[in-house]
């Protein structure tokens, strides 16, 4: 018979490259040879990780052929396997062998430690009768097959005759009453039951099934009805019920529909992250200590962009995750806009929402935890650090690509992804959370993907993707309509320089169709305060007027003009005041000119640097300045060295919006593991030339489990050395059970069973080998 490790071997360099493809955390890093590749293969963590993956119908396959394996019968074939499940199984059983959790020779095979994971009672069903008649004595065992007519009074002989399809029902036909109906009440598990505790019928049934194999003893309280007896039971059936897949009539969305909408959301934001760059551009906000936005700022930039906390939640975390907002790193630090931003603020609006798109379909961080309360209790907030979950972008690229499929509910996509993901199904508050941030940022439109989101799941580039959501914008609009209420409509999307004109002197009231502004003094006093001038205003108004500007409007406007910069304000670090001779002539002292001296009075003279440059230049002057407090008070200047903080790497690195694309990743990762796969089979040759016996493989612990199970599957002896407290003792045993982390055995020699737990083995070595050489 083969093993698992020659499975492997067999495939070839082409098909280890496809497992290795399939399975990407068995080549990192890469393990020295095939049997090492095998038990790490084999190992729980990477089984875990595979099954994960695996939906319904393969993991009730999987469960089948280890449920039928453990038996005294052959091990199944492809078409014993769709009788047993009543269903087809040929794609189940190719994902099976293609993730290597399959492998077959003379039949369907699990791979080492599979059962572990699957669990003691697969498809319901007990353990063997090989297991439970290797406990009778040889006297019990001769009576058992005198009873039932056994060929021979072996145990291996006992259970082929119990697992024969007519015994069962033969046996059952003398049996006394009560004991068929024991035995239904065991058949489709779980195959423990309780033994009766008074004299009486039941208890004279449940006798009578032991004294004929049907029943095992678990402990004195409990029976197990063995794996054979409960298959023919079932007429060799594993599994009674089996669910179909679910399938959920969608809804009918229009693509139309779906493409407005999605369009519709993705304009929104693009301009709420233009307004959060804008934001913080001026007036950066403060880290808290734990990292996070604080919730009175979030508070303050969701009054600004006029939209609610948990929007304002989600745009600033796509903001960052694009890296167009980092943590400046500063003592304190504060959220301070990156240079991306204005690359990123340069691109077409399409393609500006691309990028934000593909950072939220990557990025590692629950947008929709903001704001509620983590394990202490503590108010999680946006950019809380400790809102990373590494799923995030699996769930998303599920949860979309189920939607992909058509229009569904929340429930809808929850049920397919527990069928196709039942070991790793998501909460359904989660898949709520997903659909509702993808519908908020234009990935979806009226709960349906449309082309530009079919696009961003396709892997395209931003310029991709953003031209599938540039063919269903609206076409921009460059005039706005002005009345004399001081309104303005513009009748459609406003195009760029419209709506940054709009932007900086009006107040939007309305978006939809078309964007409804009105104008008032604060408005356009704003649009003063980024250095137009009334007539600078006007001339860009009426350029966008088509009916012209509005006296009321103009009036405004000029009103606002007159009143503004009556009063001014400046930036002064420190001043000179004395005698008005003792000043004369600093502030037009051309060699003086970098220290920005401005004279406000015949008196006073502001200067733009701190006291201490403004006091040593003056000194190098000939003067003889002393620095004094706002009380007067002369001080004396700190001459100690000025020290400041280095600067923290930012908590989170991005590539610049607008860079070149990565190199073609998947044929370098294809190029990557087709050597590591080349290189299992070096590896191999080199074991081989080295001489019988495996070799002690430090780096890699696993291979003792994988040579126990290999002694088990095999019925072999091997020998183990056990660490203990009176030191390490070597034993001669044949491991019959290998799970959650101990080996129970038959020491032969001692005519002993004992239980070892696995990381008390310092070495295993097959008892037909050389050497002593082991797995460690």
Not at 263 to 287: F, H, I, M, N, Y
Not at 383 to 409: C, F, H, K, N, Q
Not at 486 to 501: C, F, H, K, N, Q
Request: proline content about 8%.
């Amino acid at each position: 018979m083969a093993t698992y490790t020659e499975h492997l071997r067999e495939r070839g360099p082409d098909g280890l490259a496809a497992l290795l493809a399939l399975r990407q955390d068995l080549a990192a890093p890469p393990p020295a040879s095939v049997r090492a590749l095998g038990a790490r293969a084999a190992s729980r963590a990477s089984l875990e990780r595979v099954l994960a993956a695996l939906d319904t119908h393969v993991l009730r396959v999987l469960e089948a052929v280890v449920a039928l394996e453990g038996t005294v019968l052959p091990a199944p074939t492809t078409e014993q396997l769709a009788l047993a499940l009543g269903e087809e199984v040929d794609d189940a059983v190719a994902t099976g062998l293609a993730h290597a959790v399959l492998w077959s020779d003379d039949g369907l095979h699990p791979c080492p430690g599979l059962a572990d994971l699957i669990g003691p009672y697969p498809a319901g069903l007990g353990p063997s009768l090989g297991a439970t008649l290797a406990r009778r004595s040889a006297a019990s065992l001769s009576t058992l097959a005198e009873q039932i007519g056994a060929p021979a009074a072996t145990a291996e002989a006992v259970a082929a005759h119990l697992a024969g399809p007519a015994t069962v029902p033969l046996l059952l036909t003398d049996a006394p009453r009560g004991a068929a109906q024991v035995l239904d009440a065991l058949a489709w598990g779980p195959p423990v039951g309780r033994m009766p505790d008074a004299p009486g019928p039941a208890q004279t049934a449940v006798g009578w099934l032991l004294a004929h194999g049907l029943l095992s003893g678990g402990d004195p309280q409990h029976v197990v009805l063995p794996r054979e007896v409960a298959l023919a039971l079932r007429s060799g059936r594993t599994h009674r019920d089996q669910p179909p897949a679910p399938r959920p009539t969608p809804r009918d969305v229009p693509a139309a529909t779906a493409d407005a909408e999605s369009a519709r959301a993705a304009q929104d934001l693009v301009r709420l992250a233009g307004g959060v760059l804008t934001a913080w551009g001026r007036e950066q906000p403060g880290v808290l200590r734990s990292g996070g936005l604080g919730a009175r700022e979030l508070r303050r930039l969701s009054t600004r962009l006029e939209v609610d906390e948990t929007t304002t939640a989600l745009v600033v975390e796509v903001v960052a995750a694009a890296g167009l907002v980092v943590d400046d790193g500063e003592d304190p630090p504060s959220f301070c806009p990156t240079t991306a931003a204005d690359v990123w603020a340069a691109l077409p609006p399409a393609e500006r929402w691309a990028q934000l798109a593909q950072a939220w379909l990557g990025a590692e961080r629950a947008a929709w935890l903001v704001g509620t309360r983590d394990e202490r209790g503590a108010l999680r907030t946006a950019l809380d650090p400790e809102s990373r979950r590494p799923w995030a972008p699996r769930l998303r690229r599920a949860v979309l690509g189920v939607l992909a499929e058509g229009a569904m509910t929340t429930e809808q996509v929850h049920d397919v992804l527990v069928w196709r993901t039942p070991r790793a199904a998501p909460a359904l508050h989660a898949v709520s959370a997903v659909l509702a941030e993808a519908e908020a940022l234009g990935v979806t439109g009226a709960g349906a993907v449309g082309a530009a989101g079919r696009a961003l799941l396709a892997g395209q580039d931003a310029a991709g993707t953003g031209a599938a959501l540039a063919a269903h914008l609206p076409p921009s609009v460059d005039h706005v309509l002005l009345q004399g209420d001081l309104t303005g409509v513009v009748p459609g999307r406003p195009s760029e320089a419209l709506d940054a004109l709009l932007t900086a002197c009006a107040l939007v009231e309305s978006r939809g169709a078309g964007v409804t502004v009105r104008f008032t003094e604060a408005s356009v006093r704003g649009a003063l305060d980024t250095g137009r001038s009334a007539e600078d205003l006007l001339a860009e108004l009426s350029r966008h007027a088509r009916s012209g500007v509005p006296q009321p409007l103009e009036y405004l406007v000029l009103d606002a003009s007159r009143r503004h910069g009556q009063v001014r304000a400046g930036l002064a670090s420190s001043y000179l005041r004395g005698d008005a001779a003792a000043l004369v002539g600093l502030a037009e002292d051309r060699a003086l000119a970098g220290l920005g001296l401005l004279r406000l009075a015949p008196t006073v003279i502001a200067a733009q640097v701190a006291p201490a440059t403004l006091v040593a230049a003056l000194r190098e002057r000939g003067l003889s300045p002393v620095t004094e407090d706002p009380t007067g008070q002369v001080v004396l200047l700190d001459e100690s060295p000025r020290r400041v903080r280095v600067p923290r790497r930012a908590a989170r690195t991005a590539d610049a919006p607008g860079a070149d694309p990565a190199p073609d990743v998947a044929a370098a990762t294809e190029r990557r593991l087709r050597r590591v796969a080349r290189d299992l089979l070096a590896g191999d040759r080199r074991e081989a030339a080295a001489g019988p016996g495996p070799e002690p493989d430090p780096s890699d612990p696993v291979l003792a489990l994988a040579q126990l199970r290999d002694a088990v599957a095999h019925g072999t002896e091997v020998w183990l050395d056990v660490v203990g407290p009176q030191g390490t003792t070597r034993r001669r045993v044949r491991p019959v059970h290998v799970d959650a982390g101990r080996v129970r055995a038959i020491d032969a020699e001692r005519e002993a069973e004992l239980t070892v737990a696995v990381h008390r083995i310092a070495l295993v070595t097959p008892v037909q080998a050389d050497t002593t050489e082991g797995a460690r």
